[in-house]
């Protein structure tokens, strides 16, 4: 069992830059793989982004591809992703999730556990 809180979401403006935090508890942290995902009002909840247990691979969706950094601190319990020349079509509520060892898989099903969510809002 392990526990995820988000952090970090608000309000930008378009170009600006955010920088979310994913804190775990409750397990090893490094037992996990983990991603961010996002939903949009109306929309399916879809793959942002995620890093392997150590930390060494990283895999992105192409919509963010280039403007998005994910990095993970296992001293620390904690995952991040960093939103550089964020727009509009960014606004979502970001959720970070855990799944077992392996590799980043991109549809939620494939993740176990997941956080409550933080509000990413870029104005144009």
């Known amino acids: 069992q392990v526990q995820l809180v988000e952090s970090g979401g608000g309000l930008v403006r378009a170009g600006g830059s955010l920088r979310l935090s994913c804190a775990a508890s409750?397990?090893?942290?490094?037992?996990?793989?983990m991603g961010w995902f996002r939903q949009a009002p109306g929309k399916e909840r879809e793959f942002v982004g995620g890093?392997?247990?150590?930390?060494?691979?990283?895999y992105y969706a192409d919509s963010v591809k280039g403007r998005f950094t994910i990095s993970k601190d296992n001293a620390k319990n904690t995952v991040y992703l960093q939103m550089n020349s964020l727009e509009p079509e960014d606004t979502a509520v970001y959720y970070c999730?855990?799944?077992?060892?392996?590799?980043?898989?991109?549809?939620?099903?494939?993740?176990?556990?997941w956080g409550q969510g933080t509000q990413v809002t870029v104005s144009s």
């Open positions: 409750g397990h090893t942290f490094t037992s996990y793989t």
């Open positions: 890093i392997s247990w150590s930390g060494g691979s990283t």
């Open positions: 999730a855990a799944k077992g060892l392996g590799a980043v898989r991109t549809t939620p099903r494939e993740y176990t556990y």
